[in-house]
């Protein structure tokens, strides 16, 4: 009789390193970990980024993101062209190579003073993520807010702002949430409005919310300006932000006033101007006149009064007494 193992799917198997699961599992997403098990599944035949995008139904740019963070950790290596193991030194290595000579003595060239603070790489934020779970569930979130696989790039920006910046993991997540609804869900703006909050200390799950009630306050109303003006509806500027907060709701001027405002700037500049339709608002707010009616009564009132029918400067009956009338 013979016999035989029938192992079913485990008939074929391909090694994955410990160090993925202990280390990684718990730590990368689950894109990154479709892309590296195809990586592995794979490791006996060439493949590009593209043929690994087919195969998981996945975006190229997404897969190359996954690609540079298993480079970044260290988990693999890409050398001219071909993935594997990133190199070691051992112990034994290290002991061969013979020792240096000193170097020459040299003044310490002063460091250069950095305009911004430097990203950390992609080992430094993994070993983060393993040694606290809220920044673990920082990357999570923003890969959830996002509706994306989050970049190195971007995973780098967040840890900027989280250690660098200073603001709590909650602030963090509260701000990418208030970015995806007004459609600006990249880290450009977010690390820009992030600068500011910590400049404010704005850095409590309170202040954040005030803020951002403030920036959504502003944006309705640049879009009531928007509108009275004419203008086409576009995602509003801060400056355009701060004015239209201003007008609508600290001055409380309805939309007739504001027409009227940007009529006369266009009368006295032949186009809009935000900082000059401001400052015609903030003169009637100061002198109290908030309808059309007052803003007409205002100009006739400027208006200078006519002179009346002409009249002699001279007194016409002194100067018959005094005149000389001559006879013939």
């Known amino acids: 009789m013979e016999y035989h193992i029938n192992l079913g799917a485990w008939k074929s198997v391909f090694a994955v390193p410990s160090e993925l699961v202990d280390k990684h599992l718990k730590l990368a997403g689950a894109a990154q970990l479709k892309v590296i098990l195809w990586v592995l599944r794979n490791a006996d035949k060439g493949f ?33 062209g071909a993935i594997q193991p990133p190199p070691l030194l051992t112990e034994s290595r290290e002991e061969a190579v013979p020792a240096s000579p000193p170097p020459v003595q040299q003044e310490p060239k002063p460091k250069a003073v950095l305009s911004r603070p430097e990203k950390p790489d992609m080992k430094y934020i993994a070993q983060r993520m393993s040694e606290d779970q809220n920044i673990a569930f920082l990357m999570q979130s923003a890969d959830e807010i996002f509706g994306r696989i989050t970049s190195p790039n971007d ?14 993991i ?3 997540i509260m701000l990418m949430q208030y970015a995806a609804e007004i459609g600006k869900c990249h880290m450009r703006y977010i690390e820009k409005v992030a600068i500011e909050w910590s400049d404010r200390e704005i850095n409590t799950l309170e202040l954040a919310d005030q803020q951002i009630k403030y920036l959504t306050s502003g944006r309705n109303a640049a879009r009531i300006v928007q509108r009275t003006i004419g203008q086409e509806e576009h995602s509003p500027t801060e400056q355009e932000i701060a ?14 006033m504001i027409r009227k405002a940007y009529e006369t700037c266009v009368d006295a500049k032949g186009k809009y101007i935000a900082k000059y339709t401001n400052s015609i608002l903030e003169r009637w707010h100061r002198s109290g006149i908030a309808t059309p009616e007052q803003v007409k009564a205002e100009k006739q009132a400027k208006k200078p009064k006519k002179k009346d029918s002409y009249q002699a400067t001279y007194d016409i009956a ?11």
């Open 170 to 172: 909650e602030v963090i």
């Open 155 to 168: 995973r780098a920006t967040l840890m900027l702002i989280y250690e660098h910046y200073g603001l709590p």
């Open 318 to 328: 002194a100067y018959e007494s005094t005149s000389v009338i001559y006879e013939e």
């Open 48 to 80: 590009t980024v593209e043929e690994i995008a087919n195969a998981l139904n996945m975006q190229a740019a997404d897969v190359r993101d996954c690609m540079q963070y298993w480079t970044e950790t260290g988990m693999i290596a890409v050398l001219d």
């Open 243 to 256: 004015f239209a907060e201003m007008w609508v709701n600290q001055w409380h001027f309805t939309t007739d």
